[in-house]
């Protein structure tokens, strides 16, 4: 019996195409006004969050995206300034946020003085401090979509015993961020965390993050050609380096102490105040076909999550989702733009992990469309703007439009549903 047992499981592997049931994809269930952030660029961080003034001076700098630290039980600096005001200022002067979460450090840690998880404890660690992430996050106002990342600093890993218990420990983080609607992202040294992490990239065993921040101070600031990490691994939208570490930096006639960061990976995501510029219905989806939700009065805020495509209202084809999941036209907000997107706004997408190698990206919703030539790797993101009825595929006939056009079944993808559509994802 035992040896029929093994050869089904050694069958059962080599099924081509079987989505992955739990981990290390497991989904994640958004919230209706919530979205993810993707930012693409330099970034900086800073042990003690700077001034709203030392902010709006830095915006001369090349850098749009700063690491805040939001928490932790090893958080070792005041953050006097990181209250919702700080948050809603820096974001309107287009900043992008990466929260940091300090939490348990590795039984095995250089670091002197730091508190440490323990091996018969990580996995309820982990979650714990995970949901002190979201807690503390929502305190000061960033959204369900946002990727926290957990601060893994350099260990000994050499030892076997500690490298299972940061492992169960992330592991725990990452499946309980997902299962309150945020994304789970990881700061690691290239040498310790990084390399660990990739060893389980594919392992049932351990929850796979979303995203991977590694530090490696080699002044090189490429998100491939990373030593210890394949670039088959965390390969869209899913990567951070800390390239540069302490070090001053003047910029508006400001000095800070930074490291320096290149990210294309997930962020924080906020809401944006624009106000109503006549009286407005709003829509449960991005058209007047949906049925009205509410009546919006004239030079009444909105709290904007993010913006879609729509049919044309006036000048624009631009809908913006609001933070109670409904959807009014822009043509009648006083957005910058009314003829296209307004910075910083960011487009509305939900990403979910892929669970198969080479996924095809599509021209259209169905297998007949041409292919592009290049796949997805295994544990992609897919940054899905929007669900479609296509060719049926495993058990559903749900397709996912992606970010950059191209379309993917939504088989492959650790979406709640393999049946149906995956709400608040709109359709297409």
């Known amino acids: 019996m035992l040896k029929l047992k093994v050869l089904v499981a050694a069958l059962a592997l080599m099924v081509v195409g079987t989505p992955a049931a739990a981990e290390p994809t497991t989904p994640i269930s958004y919230g209706a006004g919530t979205t993810a952030t993707r930012f693409t660029g330099l970034a900086f961080d800073t042990c003690t969050a700077p001034t709203v003034a030392q902010m709006t001076a830095w915006k001369s700098s090349p850098y749009k995206a700063i690491g805040i630290y939001i928490g932790g039980v090893n958080r070792t600096c005041a953050q006097p300034q990181l209250t919702p005001s700080w948050v809603s200022s820096v974001t309107r002067m287009g900043f992008r946020l990466i929260p940091i979460y300090m939490g348990y450090q590795a039984p095995c840690t250089f670091r002197t003085n730091a508190v440490k998880m323990t091996a018969p404890s990580a996995t309820y660690q982990g979650a714990l401090l995970a949901r002190d992430a979201v807690k503390v996050a929502r305190a000061l106002n960033l959204l369900g979509g946002s990727a926290i990342y957990a601060d893994m600093e350099h260990y000994n890993a050499t030892d076997a015993t500690c490298k299972l218990t940061v492992l169960r420990y992330l592991s725990a983080w990452t499946k309980q961020l997902h299962a309150l609607g945020f994304l789970s992202g990881v700061y690691a040294h290239q040498n310790s965390g990084a390399p660990h992490l990739a060893s389980v990239y594919n392992s049932t065993s351990y929850a796979r993050p979303d995203a991977l921040w590694i530090a490696r101070w080699d002044g090189n600031s490429s998100l491939t050609g990373w030593p210890t990490v394949p670039n088959t691994f965390w390969a869209v939208g899913q990567r951070g380096k800390q390239y540069l570490g302490d070090h001053n930096e003047t910029h508006g006639g400001v000095t800070l102490n930074i490291d320096s960061d290149r990210f294309d990976a997930p962020v924080a995501t906020v809401w944006y105040t624009y106000t109503a510029r006549t009286t407005i219905y709003s829509y449960s989806g991005p058209s007047t076909a949906y049925p009205i939700r509410s009546t919006i009065p004239a030079n009444s805020g909105l709290r904007i999550v993010c913006q879609t495509f729509g049919p044309k209202i006036g000048t624009t084809t631009v809908w913006n989702r609001l933070i109670d999941g409904t959807y009014v036209t822009d043509y ?97």
């Open 332 to 428: 009648y907000v006083r957005t910058p733009n009314k003829t296209g997107y307004s910075a910083p706004i960011p487009g509305c997408s939900f990403p979910y992990q892929t669970t198969v190698n080479n996924l095809t990206r599509r021209q259209g919703p169905g297998t007949s469309y041409a292919a592009y030539p290049s796949p997805l790797p295994i544990g992609s993101l897919a940054w899905i703007t929007c669900q479609r009825a296509g060719s049926k595929v495993g058990t559903t006939s749900v397709w996912d439009r992606l970010s950059d056009g191209s379309w993917v079944t939504d088989y492959y993808v650790a979406t709640p549903s393999k049946t149906t559509y995956s709400p608040p994802n709109r359709r297409c």
